[in-house]
């Protein structure tokens, strides 16, 4: 299927997908049913072409009980016309039987693009989303339940569409022929199938409550598993270097027990339902047959009869069964909706569209009596803190660990908004700043690099359009990348493998960096950019950074006081405050705290 077809059969512009999956979560807040409907606004006509097919591809089933009945009733009465009349019966049957593939493809084609539309809408709407929230959120949500809501939630709520109208359209269309039927042929026999459909719905009501909330506590316990297997793989190779596997393994059987623990109890509700409305409507299926054999045995109706009603109410109890079987996966499908909707009508998003859009900072920094606590703390991570930066200056500050200066770095991003005072950009408050254009000028190097299965080419050129040939070398000239990539075999081209596994911790920081300077930042934040490099390879790129950085404002962050002795401007932080702050030499001359930790061999 080519890219255009493809793209109107499943979710056409994803964007707009998107859109409609997010309006009908905000409409329909704590209502996973209409939410679930909601999701599938404009393929309702979908549905309705679905359904049309279906009942053709699916007649014979009701057709075949009323042939077979005639016939016996042709041939027990010994009619002259029997039979002609069976060979029609025989001749229509199998033209239905024929029919039942083409009208099963357009049936299956007309549902499965509406899902699968559906199911592609909402994982966009979610990464939508996750792009946009808060990074104080991604801090209380582990990335492990993310994955969850984006993967198994998502595959739920597509199996319960499925079901949900399968099994819908299958009950309701066996009824409504079942019941015509049977009101035109016996009245009697009517008000018997009759009674089953309130039997069943207070079955259903009674099991609806207990199964719901055992698959949330199943969902979450899912959720919470995944999260600790996602840290548990990222931590092997420290866990097998402090030689601490059996303190993870019995760590991580406690959680796969907590897992065993939710599911059993899950199982078991979803087997006494499953036993339970099994039982009934098979009791309810004899009854069926004893009574229509009665009144069959009386003359009240025709002895074909028997084997109609008989076979309709085997249908009705059939479909009913398969329904009220289903109602464990829909509870667990409408859990799901409930789920994705934690995170699509969470309010803690970054939204600055309609701040002031920045064109060309020059790249001065104030903090005017800044303090921040972050949430679910009684300490202020940052006290009134003041602090001018000129536009061009490189600065770095230092201090102990949990003094304040990721904390600031953030600000500067626009990553944490001060709940006290003002993050000053040129004079204009950060918080009114379209924060989005502000960072096309921004660059960050991060003390852990993060890269992505690609080449160095493609994870030094990520976000970047147009850039020529010149530019790269460029970069790869003053990022210190060219001694790495004439030592591999493929240069650019060469793949880093998952998260950069293929390449040692110096040469991802390298093409870290090279990545950073290729957006030609007016601000560059380096945060122990340098740390993960060998005293030599450190040397190159620092050098290298000294030419780079002039002229634009640059934030350093580093514990190793070698690494900051060419900044323009040191700030000493500590508990939160600035305590000293000036030029090296400076610093020195004043025998304080700088003076004391650079004595110390920092």
Same mark, same amino acid.
């Given at each position: 299927?080519?890219?255009?077809?493809?793209?109107?059969?499943? *979710?056409?512009?994803?964007?707009?997908?998107?859109?409609? =999956?997010?309006?009908?979560?905000?409409?329909?807040?704590?209502?996973?049913?209409?939410?679930?409907?909601?999701?599938?606004?404009?393929?309702? &006509?979908?549905?309705?072409?679905?359904?049309?097919?279906?009942?053709?591809? &699916?007649?014979?089933?009701?057709?075949?009980?009323?042939? $077979?009945?005639?016939?016996?009733?042709?041939?027990?009465?010994?009619?002259?016309?029997?039979?002609?009349?069976?060979?029609?019966?025989?001749?229509?049957?199998?033209?239905?039987?024929?029919?039942?593939?083409?009208?099963?493809?357009?049936?299956?084609?007309?549902?499965?693009?509406?899902?699968?539309?559906?199911?592609?809408?909402?994982?966009?709407?979610?990464?939508?989303?996750?792009?946009?929230? +808060?990074?104080?959120?991604?801090?209380?949500?582990?990335?492990?339940?993310?994955?969850?809501?984006?993967?198994?939630?998502?595959?739920?709520?597509? *199996?319960?569409? $499925?079901?949900?109208?399968?099994?819908?359209?299958?009950?309701?269309?066996?009824?409504?022929?079942?019941?015509?039927?049977?009101?035109?042929?016996?009245?009697?026999?009517?008000?018997?199938?009759?009674?089953?459909?309130?039997?069943?719905?207070?079955?259903?009501?009674?099991?609806?409550?207990?199964?719901?909330?055992?698959?949330?506590?199943?969902?979450?316990?899912?959720?919470?598993?995944?999260?600790?297997?996602?840290?548990?793989?990222?931590?092997?190779?420290?866990?097998?270097? &402090?030689?601490?596997?059996?303190?993870?393994?019995?760590?991580?059987?406690? &959680?796969?027990?907590?897992?065993?623990?939710?599911?059993?109890?899950?199982?078991?509700?979803?087997?006494?339902?499953?036993?339970?409305?099994? *039982?009934?409507?098979?009791?309810?299926?004899?009854?069926?047959?004893?009574?229509?054999?009665?009144?069959?045995?009386?003359?009240?109706?025709?002895?074909?009869?028997? /084997?109609?009603?008989?076979?309709?109410?085997?249908?009705? /109890?059939?479909?009913?069964?398969?329904?009220?079987?289903?109602?464990?996966?829909?509870?667990?499908?409408?859990?799901?909706?409930?789920?994705?909707?934690?995170?699509?009508?969470?309010?803690?998003?970054?939204?600055?569209?309609?701040? +002031?859009?920045?064109?060309?900072?020059?790249?001065?920094?104030?903090?005017?009596?800044?303090?921040?606590?972050?949430?679910?703390?009684?300490?202020?991570?940052?006290?009134?803190?003041?602090?001018?930066?000129?536009?061009?200056?490189?600065?770095?500050?230092?201090?102990?660990?949990?003094?304040?200066?990721?904390?600031?770095?953030?600000?500067?991003?626009?990553?944490?908004?001060?709940?006290?005072?003002?993050?000053?950009?040129?004079? %204009?408050?950060?918080?009114?700043?379209?924060?989005?254009?502000?960072?096309?000028?921004?660059?960050?190097?991060? %003390?852990? $690099?993060?890269?992505?299965?690609?080449?160095?080419?493609?994870?030094?050129?990520?976000?970047?359009?147009?850039?020529?040939?010149?530019?790269? %070398?460029?970069?790869?000239?003053?990022?210190?990348?060219?001694?790495?990539?004439?030592?591999?075999?493929?240069?650019?081209?060469?793949?880093?493998?998952?998260?950069?596994?293929?390449?040692?911790?110096?040469?991802?920081?390298?093409?870290?960096?090279?990545?950073?300077?290729?957006?030609?930042?007016?601000?560059?934040?380096?945060?122990?950019?340098?740390?993960?490099?060998?005293?030599?390879?450190?040397?190159?790129?620092?050098?290298?950074?000294?030419?780079?950085?002039?002229?634009?404002?640059?934030?350093? =962050?580093?514990?190793?006081?070698?690494?900051?002795?060419?900044?323009?401007?040191?700030? =000493?932080?500590?508990?939160?405050?600035?305590?000293?702050?000036?030029?090296?030499?400076?610093?020195?001359?004043?025998?304080?705290?700088?003076?004391?930790?650079?004595?110390?061999?920092?």
């Amino acid at each position: 299927m080519d890219e255009a077809r493809s793209e109107r059969h499943f *979710g056409g512009d994803l964007n707009a997908r998107a859109g409609i =999956v997010e309006e009908s979560y905000a409409k329909h807040k704590g209502h996973p049913l209409l939410t679930l409907t909601g999701i599938f606004r404009g393929y309702y &006509h979908n549905f309705v072409l679905s359904a049309f097919f279906y009942i053709i591809k &699916h007649s014979p089933v009701w057709v075949l009980p009323i042939a $077979t009945a005639n016939i016996i009733n042709e041939v027990t009465d010994g009619t002259p016309l029997a039979a002609t009349h069976i060979n029609l019966y025989g001749l229509m049957l199998a033209a239905l039987f024929i029919l039942n593939v083409p009208m099963n493809h357009l049936h299956q084609h007309f549902r499965s693009a509406a899902i699968r539309s559906a199911e592609a809408g909402l994982r966009s709407a979610l990464v939508h989303k996750i792009q946009k929230l +808060t990074i104080p959120y991604y801090r209380q949500i582990q990335s492990g339940r993310l994955q969850s809501k984006i993967i198994r939630d998502v595959e739920a709520v597509e *199996g319960v569409s $499925t079901q949900l109208f399968v099994g819908a359209l299958n009950v309701g269309i066996n009824l409504a022929v079942a019941l015509a039927v049977t009101v035109t042929r016996s009245r009697i026999v009517f008000l018997v199938f009759l009674f089953m459909a309130p039997v069943a719905a207070l079955l259903m009501w009674g099991f609806r409550k207990p199964i719901g909330l055992r698959n949330r506590s199943f969902r979450k316990e899912l959720e919470n598993t995944g999260a600790v297997v996602n840290e548990m793989v990222q931590l092997l190779p420290v866990t097998r270097a &402090h030689a601490l596997e059996e303190e993870e393994m019995r760590r991580m059987d406690v &959680h796969l027990h907590h897992v065993a623990k939710e599911g059993y109890g899950l199982d078991l509700i979803q087997a006494d339902f499953g036993a339970v409305s099994w *039982g009934l409507f098979q009791l309810f299926q004899v009854l069926c047959l004893v009574f229509t054999a009665h009144l069959a045995s009386r003359g009240t109706i025709p002895a074909g009869d028997v /084997v109609l009603y008989q076979s309709y109410f085997t249908t009705l /109890v059939a479909q009913v069964s398969a329904i009220m079987n289903l109602l464990p996966t829909i509870a667990r499908g409408l859990e799901s909706v409930n789920s994705i909707g934690e995170v699509l009508l969470s309010d803690e998003v970054e939204d600055t569209a309609g701040g +002031t859009a920045i064109e060309a900072p020059q790249g001065s920094f104030d903090f005017r009596d800044v303090t921040y606590r972050y949430p679910g703390t009684d300490k202020d991570v940052l006290q009134d803190l003041t602090l001018h930066i000129p536009a061009g200056t490189r600065v770095a500050f230092v201090g102990e660990s949990g003094a304040g200066k990721s904390t600031l770095i953030n600000m500067v991003i626009g990553f944490l908004v001060p709940e006290k005072g003002q993050v000053l950009l040129d004079g %204009q408050d950060l918080a009114t700043v379209d924060l989005h254009s502000y960072r096309k000028h921004l660059a960050v190097v991060p %003390q852990e $690099t993060i890269l992505f299965s690609g080449t160095i080419r493609e994870n030094i050129l990520y976000g970047t359009k147009d850039v020529s040939e010149e530019t790269l %070398q460029r970069v790869i000239e003053e990022s210190g990348l060219r001694n790495v990539l004439v030592r591999l075999p493929d240069g650019l081209e060469t793949k880093v493998g998952e998260h950069g596994n293929l390449l040692s911790g110096g040469q991802k920081q390298r093409i870290a960096i090279a990545r950073a300077l290729i957006r030609d930042p007016r601000v560059i934040i380096l945060d122990e950019a340098t740390s993960a490099l060998d005293a030599i390879s450190e040397q190159e790129v620092t050098e290298a950074l000294d030419g780079v950085c002039a002229g634009r404002t640059t934030f350093v =962050v580093a514990h190793k006081l070698k690494t900051v002795e060419s900044a323009d401007l040191i700030v =000493v932080l500590q508990d939160g405050r600035v305590v000293e702050s000036g030029t090296p030499a400076e610093l020195v001359a004043k025998k304080g705290y700088y003076a004391e930790l650079r004595g110390m061999g920092g």
